[in-house]
């Protein structure tokens, strides 16, 4: 959806780097969500933000919800080849009662 | 835990054929989703069911059509594919459709239009 935009679209980084991807809202967010996908698999959920401000960790992984800027930042923290994959930001922009939308996805490479 | 499972995985179809897509989900969930996953696209929305009886378009719904079985079970048909039916598609459950309400989606089903 460009209603969810995603950047970057790609990222190569070096094992152990950390690395940041963002998620843009042109509307309201209702929820934001956080996915990752495996080449030829379904989405796993990573974690969900409700409130601006919130910030949520798992591992090595942290989300932030700016509900000002209408925006979420996903941060990795030393990298590892485990982390690779297609993130994904959902998102309710409706009325906090409609189907998510997605943005195009993070393709994740990380390389030793 | 099983979650939400897709069939078939993979499928090849012709021009014109016609096939259904079967998803069901085991957590009790009311609400369940049909998103396509193209590149470049992301994933967007065929149909949506709230809650058991109830159905709904999303984004692109043209081309396909959808019936939930039981709270269990939403299943998505394509009458007369085309090649721009060409997709992965993925079936997603919820427990409500409210913005907190984390989607589990299953495996995929990567359909072929010749």
């Known amino acids: 959806s460009q209603e969810l935009e995603q950047s970057p679209q790609s990222l190569i980084v070096q094992e152990g780097k950390n690395l940041t991807i963002n998620c843009t809202s042109s509307k309201t967010l209702y929820g934001l969500y956080w996915y990752k996908q495996k080449y030829g698999e379904g989405l796993i959920f990573l974690m969900m933000?409700?409130?601006?401000?919130e910030e949520k960790s798992h591992e090595k992984i942290t989300a932030k919800l700016d509900e000002k800027k209408q925006q979420s930042s996903l941060h990795i923290t030393a990298s590892q080849p485990s982390h690779a994959g297609i993130y994904l930001c959902?998102?309710?922009?409706?009325?906090?009662?409609?189907?998510?939308?997605f943005g195009k996805g993070t393709r994740l490479s990380v390389i030793a | 835990n099983a979650g939400v499972t897709q069939t078939p995985k993979f499928q090849v179809l012709k021009t014109g054929q016609s096939m259904t897509l079967q998803c069901a989900q085991d957590?009790?969930?009311?609400?369940m989703y049909w998103y396509r996953q193209d590149p470049g696209m992301g994933l967007r929305l065929i149909y949506y069911?709230?809650?058991?009886?109830?159905?709904d378009k999303g984004e692109v719904p043209n081309g396909y059509n959808v019936s939930r079985l039981n709270k269990r079970e939403f299943s998505l048909r394509l009458e007369s594919a085309a090649p721009s039916q060409t997709s992965v598609y993925f079936c997603?459950?919820?427990?409500?459709?409210?913005?907190?309400?984390?989607?589990?989606f299953g495996n995929g089903t990567r359909l072929t239009v010749t």
């Open positions: 069911s709230a809650s058991e009886g109830t159905t």
């Open positions: 957590m009790n969930h009311n609400s």
């Open positions: 959902g998102a309710d922009i409706g009325s906090g009662n409609t189907p998510l939308v």
């Open positions: 997603a459950s919820s427990r409500d459709r409210g913005a907190y309400s984390p989607l589990h």
């Open positions: 933000l409700q409130k601006g401000g």
